[in-house]
């Protein structure tokens, strides 16, 4: 009898739990949320997430704060959201650097992986590669003979150890076997100063972060080191078509919660974030800034998520990358 009136307590309980999720969500914003953004102001990350808050506080009636904190590759910002209450009223503006890179690579991180609750994928840039239009290069094949009869005097540089632009690296050499020195910058706008004066020969980044570049042609994009071309440069070649496979590399963006965000919550941003990027508007200052556009489902983004992690984790074990 005391064990039945115990599972009986304890469904109620359930259940209770369940009601009060729902009725949270229900009135779900209430007050202003905070949208962290782990970069300074201007970058992509940025203009992303001023588009979808925008967007998200007019549907709403609440204000979707942009709160800037950069610091250490995205581990600040990302670190306070991951420590802040799950009742979905701080968000993080996700990127590889600070959600997946820094947690595998950095041994003193502050938190883990799965220290989020995916919100929604909003779309990825593919990355790009790179040189300065001096250099007899203008292909992947020419790109590879060039590094093969160059071996050990090729500088690539990066916007720094462990970013999404290193990372392309470490997929391209580990495809290819290729040898290079990498230099690490503070950001992409200093590497591609420097590519653009010679002192590096080739770097990954993406079409807005290299946009006044190309216009001026004071750069050349060699190849496309994504699963498809890019609409803006539709003769540029990808690597995977010119025969360098699993060198596939991305800057991506998403939405995410800290752990243990009530699930109805996660699920009535999910659904409204979904809405907003099938605005027309969306679509046309999205496609202006490179990006692919992705929605879909919580789980859909963990998977992604999980397999971006299981590459970096795989590099690692071969050597390509180190945790410090």
């Known amino acids: 009898m005391l064990n039945a009136l115990r599972w009986l307590a304890m469904v109620a309980a359930v259940a209770l739990c369940g009601t009060v999720a729902a009725q949270s969500a229900a009135g779900y914003p209430s007050k202003p949320v905070r949208l962290v953004v782990p970069f300074t102001p201007g970058a992509s990350n940025d203009i992303v997430a001023r588009l979808v808050a925008a967007k998200l506080g007019d549907a709403w009636g609440q204000q979707f704060i942009i709160d800037n904190r950069p610091g250490a ?26 959600n997946v890179n820094s947690p595998l690579l950095s041994k003193k991180s502050p938190y883990k992986v799965d220290d989020f609750a995916p919100v929604i994928y909003i779309g990825y840039a593919p990355l790009l590669i ?67 004066g010679g002192q590096i020969q080739f770097m990954h980044t993406t079409t807005v972060s290299a946009d006044a570049q190309i216009r001026g042609g004071r750069v050349r994009v060699v190849g496309v080191a994504a699963a498809k071309r890019v609409a803006l440069l539709p003769d540029v070649p990808t690597l995977a078509e010119s025969g360098i496979k699993d060198a596939e590399a991305i800057v991506w963006f998403g939405l995410a919660a800290p752990a243990k965000t009530p699930r109805a919550i996660i699920d009535k941003l999910n659904a409204e974030c979904n809405r907003v990027l099938g605005l027309p508007d969306v679509k046309k200052r999205l496609d202006e800034l490179g990006l692919e556009v992705q929605g879909g489902t919580p789980e859909d983004f963990q998977r992604f998520i999980q397999h971006e992690a299981a590459r970096l984790s795989n590099l690692i074990r071969i050597g390509a990358l180190t945790r410090e």
Not at 83 to 93: S, V
Not at 148 to 155: D, E, I, L, M, Y
Request: glycine residues 12%; proline residues 10%.
């Open 73 to 98: 590759g995205g581990l600040v910002g990302a670190d306070t959201v991951a420590k802040a209450p799950p009742d979905g009223y701080t968000l993080l503006l996700s990127n590889p650097g600070p």
């Open 130 to 196: 790179f040189t300065n239009p001096n250099l007899p290069v203008h292909n992947p094949k020419e790109l590879m003979e060039y590094l093969k009869s160059n071996a050990g005097k090729v500088n690539w540089g990066s916007s720094g150890t462990g970013s999404s632009l290193h990372i392309g690296l470490a997929l391209f050499q580990a495809a290819t076997g290729v040898q290079v020195t990498h230099i690490p910058y503070k950001g992409s706008a200093p590497a591609l100063t420097d590519l653009v």
